[in-house]
């Protein structure tokens, strides 16, 4: 292959023509454009118009019917939103759920990684083998959960009720649905996490821990004094992905409501922001209180992102400055 | 053995006072990284955690709808399974589904990878004006959830009357950010500046360059991103289950019709079938290529 182009290049190169080399400029100049220009032009049409779209929704009264009749509503939607009770519960649901779901996850993320970093036997097994819940889907993932953790005869109440746990109602209850609903997202995501982990660690410098291991630290002290700061961006980057990720959760409490799904459950006590954002738009069939829920969302997911990024720079700061 | 014998004066076999201790030190230096029984109960636990929800899959899906709704729950696999294939494929349009979600995952798969690698080979290895800016930018995009702009697109979709169409699915999804940044961060290391200068003072134009330098470098990279993509697009839900009805619908969207169901008459074996037969593709997939997707999550270059 590279000689096919020496040789073409060869039989044009000795006398290269003005326009030639213009053309040759022009190509050095134009060419990074057009190779970055499919992933901005497809942002642009389906990413940002739409965003801003959904911002200029959310100040009228639309009917998902009739899109094309707007009433002006000013921030009428936002201000009916900050009285609206489900809205609150929707937003707590996020936020509890996300945290729930994305705590457990990274720090079963962590060990798992660290404990797959050792040399071993069938370490390729257990590395397939902990990302195999990765392959299925929220849908797939979530039917069988809500198998496994129905109330009257599914395994996970058989299970405890063999420990002296009896009859815990994963549907109905606010905390136990709550947990049924991360726990779908935690073993869906607890291994790809742990594989992003063990890349980092991976690219940790071994003499550091045998240094360590020299000066008497113990296995654990290896872990929280090297491994953990050597990781510390990637630890960032995984919270970041994930919080992200809780905030939009919507698949998961559909499916696990059943029949009651868009609700969130009958007392809406698992309805996230994105469930309740889909109930107004399209049955209820408000988009334009639906398109201020999306933009909440948006101002939320800035507002997180800024505090993150606070937290870094006063860390950053205090470092130096220690 | 034999080594053994022949260096007998390497210290291990009869160590003097004075070794013993340094000895000891190696030792624990060597074994520093190696897993104990503790490490492999762990990690066992997390292995069953991980794959029993798989396998009880299999299980209800194998066993009669009446024998899955009651306790305790089958354990073992029945003879059901062709029964409850068959209704699963009567009740929702699995057939359809499957075709469909192949198609959709296959065009996403191509496309993110053919831009992502022209992007990131242009943000790793080009100099052009607002390079830093714009790569900022490209990660900004992450952030974007998509609950933003369903509102518009569904729109636009039902004024173009796609609503049934795949193309409504593949298109927002061209190409992506998280795509364009792995690229990048793959070719920075793999791909030397001298193969590129040295294509150019040969005369090589970009497409050139691209086709004959970047491509064959960018190959491992392009075919994990391509089954990372892949694996996404299968498991899409949100947007799909908006814009996509059930008479044309992909896995996710069937899937959602089959579970969405309200009542205790539904057949339980027959929802886990369709959750199964949903899944098997890509289980099929993981199971022959599951080393080199690890590999790929592994060698770093899907985060920072």
């Excluded at chain 1, 006590?269 to 909440?296: C, D, I, K, N």
């Excluded at chain 2, 800016?133 to 004024?159: G, H, K």
């Excluded at chain 2, 697009?233 to 947007?239: L, R, T």
């Amino acid at each position: 292959m590279a000689t096919n182009v020496r040789a073409e290049a060869a039989s044009v190169a000795p006398a290269r023509p003005a326009w030639r080399s213009r053309l040759y400029r022009f190509d050095l100049k134009a060419s990074p454009y057009a190779f970055i220009a499919p992933f901005f032009l497809c942002f642009a049409a389906f990413g940002l118009f739409p965003l801003i779209w959904t911002g200029w929704l959310s100040l009228h009264y639309v009917d998902l019917l009739k899109p094309d009749v707007m009433e002006w509503k000013g921030l009428g939607n936002y201000t009916r939103l900050w009285s609206n009770d489900q809205f609150w519960t929707a937003l707590r649901n996020t936020f509890t759920i996300g945290v729930i779901s994305t705590v457990p996850q990274l720090l079963m993320a962590l060990g798992l990684a660290h404990l797959l970093n050792y040399r071993m036997r069938a370490r390729g097994f257990f590395r397939v083998a902990i990302l195999a819940p990765y392959a299925t889907s929220i849908a797939a993932a979530t039917l069988v959960f809500v198998q496994l953790f129905n109330p009257d005869y599914g395994f996970i109440n058989w299970a405890l009720d063999a420990v002296g746990i009896h009859h815990t109602n994963w549907y109905a209850d606010t905390w136990p649905s709550q947990i049924a609903i991360s726990a779908i997202v935690t073993w869906r995501w607890t291994g790809y996490n742990a594989l992003i982990y063990l890349a980092a660690m991976q690219a940790v410098p071994k003499d550091l821990y045998e240094a360590a291991s020299l000066d008497g630290a113990n296995r654990w002290q290896q872990f929280t004094r090297i491994t953990v700061p050597s990781i510390r961006p990637t630890i960032l980057f995984t919270i970041i992905v994930s919080s992200i990720g809780a905030t939009q959760l919507f698949g998961e409490p559909l499916l696990f409501g059943g029949g009651v799904g868009v609700s969130g459950g009958s007392a809406h006590q698992f309805q996230t922001l994105s469930l309740y954002m889909y109930e107004l738009g399209w049955p209820s069939r408000q988009l334009g209180r639906a398109s201020a829920v999306a933009w909440t969302m948006l101002l939320l997911l800035l507002l997180v992102g800024l505090v993150q990024f606070l937290i870094t720079r006063y860390r950053k700061r205090h470092e130096l400055g220690g | 053995m034999a080594a053994t014998l022949s260096t007998p004066t390497a210290g291990s076999a009869r160590p003097t006072e004075r070794e013993r201790p340094r000895g000891l030190f190696r030792r624990r230096a060597g074994e520093h990284d190696k897993a104990g029984p503790v490490a492999y109960l762990l990690l066992a636990v997390a292995a069953v955690i991980s794959l029993f929800p798989l396998y009880w899959t299999f299980v209800a899906a194998s066993n009669t709808g009446e024998r899955v709704a009651q306790s305790p729950p089958p354990m073992v696999p029945g003879g059901q399974l062709w029964t409850n294939v068959s209704t699963a494929w009567e009740q929702a349009e699995m057939g359809t589904a499957l075709l469909n979600s192949t198609v959709v995952a296959g065009c996403v798969a191509l496309s993110t990878v053919l831009f992502s690698t022209l992007a990131g080979f242009a943000f790793a290895k080009l100099r052009f004006r607002g390079r830093n800016a714009l790569l900022t930018l490209v990660v900004a995009t992450m952030t974007v959830p998509p609950q933003l702009s369903v509102i518009p697109l569904y729109r636009i979709i039902t004024e173009l009357d796609w609503g049934n169409h795949l193309q409504s699915v593949i298109l927002p999804s061209l190409v992506a950010a998280f795509g364009v940044f792995f690229m990048r961060q793959f070719l920075s290391e793999a791909l030397p500046f001298e193969l590129i200068e040295a294509a150019r003072v040969d005369g090589a134009h970009s497409l050139r360059i691209i086709w004959h330098v970047v491509f064959p470098v960018a190959r491992p990279a392009m075919a994990v991103l391509g089954m990372l993509v892949f694996v996404q697009s299968w498991n899409d839900f949100f947007w799909p289950f908006v814009v996509l009805t059930q008479q044309n619908p992909t896995v996710q969207v069937a899937l959602s019709a089959i579970g969405g169901g309200s009542g205790h008459d539904i057949n339980q074996a027959v929802i886990m079938t369709g959750a199964l037969v949903g899944t098997l593709p890509l289980l099929l997939i993981f199971a022959v290529l599951g080393k080199h997707i690890v590999g790929g999550i592994t060698s770093g270059a899907v985060k920072s």
